[in-house]
């Protein structure tokens, strides 16, 4: 088990960028996949992007291609989600989430760690 604290959320204007931070604890965040998944009021937690152990490795969400990108520091433990011409549809609780498989799965079932969640709104 990985523990896992994000931040960077926010409030942004719409075509506004943030970057959202994940720091993990432990030894072995390298060999974890890592992902971003997001919430919004009343909806279901759905997926945004994942990450392979390596990085060499990534996998979008169709309504964030191009648009959002993931990366990760192994050294640093830490993963990023570079946020790009936000939209008012982004407004979530954004959450950092370490998968014990390698590659870059996109089911909230395969991650077994998971942080407390960061704001991020988008106004129009």
């Known amino acids: 088990q990985v523990q896992l604290v994000e931040s960077g959320g926010g409030l942004v204007q719409a075509g506004g960028s943030l970057r959202l931070s994940c720091a993990a604890s432990?030894?072995?965040?390298?060999?974890?996949?890592m992902g971003w998944f997001r919430q919004a009021p009343g909806k279901e937690r759905e997926f945004v992007a994942a990450i392979s152990w390596s990085g060499g490795s990534t996998h979008y969400a169709d309504s964030v291609k191009g648009r959002f990108t993931i990366s990760r520091d192994n050294a640093k433990n830490t993963v990023y989600l570079q946020m790009n011409s936000l939209k008012p549809e982004d407004t979530a609780v954004y959450y950092c989430?370490?998968?014990?498989?390698?590659?870059?799965?996109?089911?909230?079932?395969?991650?077994?760690?998971w942080g407390q969640g960061t704001q991020v709104t988008v106004s129009s």
């Open positions: 989430a370490a998968s014990p498989l390698t590659y870059a799965s996109g089911r909230v079932t395969d991650f077994t760690s």
């Open positions: 432990g030894r072995t965040f390298s060999s974890y996949a």
